[in-house]
């Protein structure tokens, strides 16, 4: 079955920048979208087909995705982009979704 | 803007059947693919499956031949039907809307989910 593999977590300080990865085998010939999950809410699309940003998304989310990896980019990182992050593909020999283990982002 | 709502029992008995129940409002359940994902507690997002208006679906292996879903175009409603439940089916479950005519969209709807206890 196809994984996507996300590290656990990382902090970022106000202001700077967050990159979080999504790993997984030729990834760029799929389409990868990207969900935050405030705690206790549910997941909302924050970038879908590698780098489109849905109405609402603020542009300090930039999607980005090649070879193997595809990146989240989030910019001038605020405390309510504290979250979990996952990436998402459909597998087309499957038929299957498959996510991310998610990645957790802190805000110090 | 499309809003979903799960609804079904939050307390489900061991070896029982799990069934719930999605309303769409706001828009037609026709020409799109509807996804279950679930979420246990502490624990990521997982693919539970998929279903299209024409019946089409597919599920996780994990979970194949105790899992069904269905649509009721009529009524706006998706539905879950998980059988021989144990406690690893305590998660909160989500519906949504995933890509229009497209499988390989991305899931731009979800319901605020409904946590359901096997025990």
């Known amino acids: 079955s196809y994984v996507l593999t996300q590290s656990p977590s990382l902090s970022v300080a106000p202001g700077q920048t967050a990159t979080i990865s999504c790993g997984g085998n030729?990834?760029?010939?799929?389409?990868v979208h990207w969900y935050q999950q405030r705690p206790g809410q549910a997941p909302i699309l924050v970038v879908y087909?590698?780098?489109r940003r849905p109405s609402g998304t603020p542009d300090r989310f930039f999607g980005s995705n090649s070879v193997n990896t595809a990146t989240l980019t989030i910019s001038r990182v605020e405390a309510g982009d504290e979250a979990t992050y996952y990436c998402?593909?459909?597998?087309?020999?499957?038929?299957?979704?498959?996510f991310g283990f998610g990645t957790e982002v802190t805000v110090l | 803007q499309v809003q979903l709502q799960e609804s079904g029992p939050g307390l489900v008995k061991p070896s029982e059947t799990l069934s719930l129940t999605c309303t769409v409002s706001?828009?037609?359940?026709?020409?799109?693919?509807w996804s279950w994902i679930r979420q246990s507690p502490g624990k990521g997002l997982e693919w539970v499956g998929y279903i299209y208006d024409n019946g089409d679906s597919n599920y996780t292996p994990s979970l194949k031949g105790r899992v069904s879903t269905s649509v009721d175009s009529s009524k706006n409603q998706l539905s879950l039907t998980l059988n021989s439940v144990t406690a690893a089916d305590t998660a909160v479950y989500y519906c949504?809307?995933?890509?229009?005519?497209?499988?390989?969209?991305?899931?731009?709807?979800w319901g605020q989910g409904i946590l359901v206890t096997v025990s």
């Open positions: 030729s990834l760029s010939t799929k389409n």
């Open positions: 706001g828009g037609s359940i026709s020409g799109f693919y």
């Open positions: 998402q593909v459909w597998d087309a020999t499957t038929d299957h979704f498959v």
């Open positions: 087909d590698d780098s």
């Open positions: 949504a809307r995933g890509g229009r005519h497209v499988i390989a969209g991305p899931l731009e709807s």
